[in-house]
């Protein structure tokens, strides 16, 4: 069974940075697709961006857009979201997720003064 772990969230000053990271472990499925998503309280679990395992393409949300880069290790089975120039309506919880079906237990992001 797949298991999928974040990393790397916390509190930072807006304008800030963070690197969040999903380590990937156990047998299961191939992954078509990894991604990250975010969710508030009261709110859908929203798309951050997603890259296909086959050819590399990455999609992102306008909101990111120019400030986050997902990257995905394949040898170390580790999927990475860079995020610079953070804004307070970035704070969320962060889900990883494989395939849209696999889901980590998320991390918290918040960006406040």
């Known amino acids: 069974q797949v298991r999928l772990v974040e990393s790397g969230g916390g509190l930072v000053q807006p304008g800030g940075s963070l690197r969040l990271s999903c380590a990937a472990s156990?047998?299961?499925?191939?992954?078509?697709?990894m991604g990250w998503y975010r969710q508030v309280p009261g709110h859908q679990r929203e798309v951050v961006a997603t890259?296909?395992?086959?050819?590399?393409?990455?999609y992102y949300a306008d909101s990111v857009k120019g400030r986050f880069t997902i990257s995905w290790d394949r040898a170390k089975n580790t999927l990475d979201l860079q995020m610079h120039s953070l804004k307070p309506e970035d704070t969320a919880v962060y889900y990883c997720?494989?395939?849209?079906?696999?889901w980590g237990q998320g991390t918290q992001v918040t960006v406040s003064s």
């Open positions: 156990g047998s299961g499925p191939t992954f078509f697709i």
């Open positions: 997720t494989a395939n849209l079906n696999i």
């Open positions: 890259i296909s395992n086959a050819t590399s393409f990455t």
